[in-house]
């Protein structure tokens, strides 16, 4: 095993509270010499190094002048090239007073040494952990920010000594331009320099003005003064990780307040949404969940979001962290960005700074696909709270099942599905380590969840499955979305919406189907049954029809070619409206109408139900369990369909069938009158409960560790 020398540089270290003694002890075990230069210290410093070094051989003190024969200060960078050249081994790990390693970082540092990658390295870099003011926030960039200057992310801290290699400027690295070197980001130091009082980092800036090879024109621009504080307010992030073990003592008596005993500790949630419902902005059902307060009074919140123009850090005790979207190439799917090493680093990396107790994944399956090389090293708790609106569930997403503890689905639709083409139990995990260590080839898990087949082609079945049906159903549970009563609630009488109708300049005497799909394929078929309504009655002038989702070029062109396009209408930008029109929509119209092939989380269904609307609508998915007696249901034609992921089987809606029961509800008034089925919806309040219920449930069934489970091979491939 190769042998690592350790060096330091100090000067008045307590009297610019420095935690130079938790330094030196954090990097002791893995040195076999640790050399600390004292620049003529008279604060005490110099003796307490000595104290150190009476207990162990492998610390050796040297005071080393800081101001030459002609009264110039010697720059920090030439006191730290002496300090190195003082080193007997080959490998040497360079600390700053003011940084400490993490305990349970130590083996992996160690492990690097052995790779048979190092050899042809110069040294590693790692990352850092900035705290700025107190041991519970940290200065924090996803990417590289004009700030950054300021707190660097990350500075080489492991290298072999070599003729060319040396520090510069003011000491923070050696010069990484003059060899190869690799930075590693499972590993972060803590660096505590700014949470030192104003008044020590003030006297060190004052009394050291030529030790660095810059002075910055204001110092103060280094201080965490108020006006500096909201220069950086974005970049603070709250930080619940550990802090090492020879800082608790000092951070007890120096920053961070005593935790009283009667004071319970929250939990930590990470929300990971699938994006497609962050863009669809009437789907973002996470604000009506936070506004009902139910989880947060037990549960510390961070949400995981993406950045799309509207970055709120901190909102209604809400911890938000964001994720840039880089410009999308042409053809290229939001699936396919997410692939990219870039997003992946930061999603790691986010979940690392947050450690949370269970992270909660909200959407559709094949998003979460994507975050598998993540999951796979993932120790802590995961649920998955999923849409389903398909008659197959495709075996390449058993994976994401096999990582959570729970799944939860929208409908008792999406219950029986996954029970039936699913293995939703997690791998067994290895005792004692809480990991659910590497994933088992696909063939494997296929074989574990009694799957025929590959998934493509016919229904995969489960005759060969030891886990019986019923099981697999009962570590499911049903959680629906909920809806907003006082806000979605029927329109107060007919002069109201009468005013209604005349700001959107509809006739008060039409009668108006609201379809809310994007999907093209269920857009061509409500408008070819439209205009088959219209063609088959000539009376059905006053038919009117509003597609509010996204519209694309192909549908666009479909409507400017149908003979009824003046009673057609659509949002020119669905996501600019505002909440009020957006409501207001449900208000004028007279049903909800889709053609989709399959419904996963019926948000807008009981949006319009709750607001009083008939609905007509596909007799497949999840449709039928929420309609209820609040509409007509179309008959459908079962289709399968090869998807990206395998077969998938959908039922499509009958033109010919959707068309008349359109002409009938025209012709017919009394089926026009207006549902109360709200008071049979659930509330989100009731979904917050629930939600709030799981989650106390799996952290007492499943303590397990919220951290990365690394070994030395997967430092390569991060």
């Given at each position: 095993m190769n042998k690592v020398s350790s060096f330091m540089v100090v000067k008045n270290a307590i009297k610019y509270e420095y935690p130079f003694i938790e330094s030196i002890k954090s990097i002791f075990d893995f040195s076999d010499e640790i050399i600390i230069l004292d620049g003529y210290s008279n604060d005490g410093t110099y003796e307490k190094l000595k104290e150190l070094a009476e207990h162990s051989k492998k610390i050796i003190v040297k005071k080393v002048k800081t101001i030459d024969n002609k009264g110039n200060k010697i720059r920090l960078d030439s006191l730290l090239n002496e300090a190195m050249n003082l080193c007997k081994n080959e490998w040497c790990f360079y600390l700053h007073p003011d940084e400490v390693i993490l305990e349970t970082r130590i083996p992996y540092i160690k492990a690097l040494l052995d790779l048979p990658i190092a050899e042809g390295l110069n040294g590693f870099s790692f990352k850092f952990f900035n705290f700025f003011e107190n041991s519970e926030q940290i200065l924090w960039y996803p990417v590289t920010t004009k700030n950054e200057i300021y707190f660097y992310q990350n500075?080489?801290?492991?290298?072999?000594?070599?003729?060319?290699?040396?520090?510069?400027?003011?000491?923070?690295?050696?010069?990484?331009?003059?060899?190869?070197?690799?930075l590693?980001?499972?590993?972060?130091?803590?660096?505590?320099?700014?949470?030192?009082?104003?008044?020590?980092?003030?006297?060190?800036?004052?009394?050291?003005?030529?030790?660095?090879?810059?002075?910055?024109?204001?110092?103060?621009?280094?201080?965490?003064?108020?006006?500096?504080?909201?220069?950086?307010?974005?970049?603070?992030k709250p930080f619940n990780g550990p802090h090492p073990k020879f800082m608790k003592k000092k951070l007890k008596s120096v920053s961070t307040p005593a935790i009283d005993k009667d004071d319970k500790i929250q939990p930590k949630i990470l929300f990971i949404m699938d994006p497609y419902y962050q863009i669809q902005e009437f789907i973002d059902f996470l604000p009506d969940i936070y506004n009902t307060g139910i989880i947060q009074k037990e549960w510390q919140i961070h949400e995981l979001r993406w950045e799309l123009g509207k970055s709120l850090i901190y909102q209604n005790g809400i911890n938000k962290h964001y994720i840039p979207l880089a410009p999308a190439k042409e053809d290229e799917t939001f699936t396919d960005r997410l692939k990219k090493n870039f997003y992946s680093k930061i999603i790691r990396e986010t979940i690392e700074l947050i450690r949370p107790d269970v992270i909660l994944f909200i959407g559709r399956i094949p998003f979460f696909v994507t975050l598998l090389p993540i999951l796979n090293k993932w120790k802590g708790n995961i649920i998955g709270w999923f849409e389903v609106d398909q008659e197959n569930i495709p075996s390449d997403w058993v994976q994401i099942f096999n990582h959570c503890q729970q799944a939860l689905v929208f409908s008792e639709f999406g219950k029986n599905n996954l029970s039936f083409n699913s293995y939703p139990s997690p791998i067994p995990l290895p005792q004692?380590?809480?990991?659910?260590?590497v994933m088992p080839p696909q063939g494997e898990i296929n074989k574990k969840a009694g799957l025929q087949g590959e998934g493509v082609?016919?229904?995969?079945?489960?005759?060969?499955?030891?886990?019986?049906a019923q099981e697999r159903k009962e570590r499911m549970k049903v959680i629906p979305v909920g809806v907003d009563n006082t806000l979605f609630s029927p329109v107060k009488d007919a002069k109201t919406k009468k005013e209604f109708r005349t700001k959107w300049k509809i006739p008060t005497d039409a009668t108006l189907f609201l379809c809310t799909d994007s999907n093209e394929k269920s857009l061509f078929i409500i408008?070819?049954?439209?205009?088959?309504?219209?063609?088959?009655?000539?009376?059905?002038?006053?038919?009117?029809?509003?597609?509010?989702?996204?519209?694309?070029?192909?549908i666009k062109t479909f409507i400017l070619d149908n003979p009824h396009k003046d009673r057609i209408l659509w949002s020119l930008d669905y996501n600019a409206f505002s909440f009020k029109d957006y409501i207001s929509l449900y208000h004028i119209s007279d049903a909800f109408i889709s053609a989709s092939y399959g419904e996963g989380t019926g948000i807008y269904l009981k949006q319009a139900i709750?607001?009083?609307?008939?609905?007509?609508?596909?007799?497949?998915?999840?449709?039928?369990?929420?309609?209820?007696?609040?509409?007509?249901?179309?008959?459908?034609?079962?289709?399968?369909e090869q998807s990206p992921y395998g077969v998938v089987f959908y039922k499509i809606p009958d033109i010919d069938e959707m068309s008349k029961i359109m002409l009938e509800f025209y012709h017919n008034p009394d089926?026009?009158?207006?549902?109360?089925?709200?008071?049979?919806?659930?509330?989100?309040?009731?979904?917050?409960?629930?939600?709030?219920?799981?989650?106390?449930?799996?952290?007492?069934?499943?303590?397990?560790?919220?951290?990365?489970?690394?070994?030395?091979?997967?430092?390569?491939k991060l």
């Open positions: 500075a080489i801290r492991l290298f072999k000594k070599r003729e060319k290699i040396e520090f510069f400027g003011n000491g923070w690295e050696i010069n990484r331009y003059k060899g190869k070197f690799m590693i980001n499972p590993i972060y130091i803590h660096h505590y320099h700014f949470m030192r009082s104003y008044t020590a980092i003030s006297k060190e800036f004052l009394d050291q003005p030529g030790l660095c090879h810059f002075v910055p024109k204001r110092y103060e621009a280094f201080v965490f003064n108020e006006k500096n504080k909201r220069i950086f307010v974005n970049d603070i004692g380590e809480g990991s659910r260590g082609g016919k229904r995969q079945t489960r005759e060969g499955s030891n886990m019986p408008l070819s049954a439209y205009e088959k309504m219209c063609n088959q009655s000539k009376d059905a002038r006053k038919a009117y029809l509003y597609l509010h989702g996204y519209i694309s070029l192909a709750s607001c009083g609307l008939p609905c007509i609508l596909p007799d497949n998915s999840l449709f039928k369990e929420v309609v209820k007696n609040d509409g007509i249901l179309i008959p459908t034609v079962s289709n399968p089926k026009r009158i207006r549902v109360s089925g709200a008071k049979n919806l659930q509330t989100w309040d009731s979904t917050s409960k629930a939600i709030l219920e799981q989650l106390n449930n799996i952290i007492e069934q499943n303590p397990l560790v919220a951290q990365f489970d690394y070994n030395e091979l997967d430092f390569i």
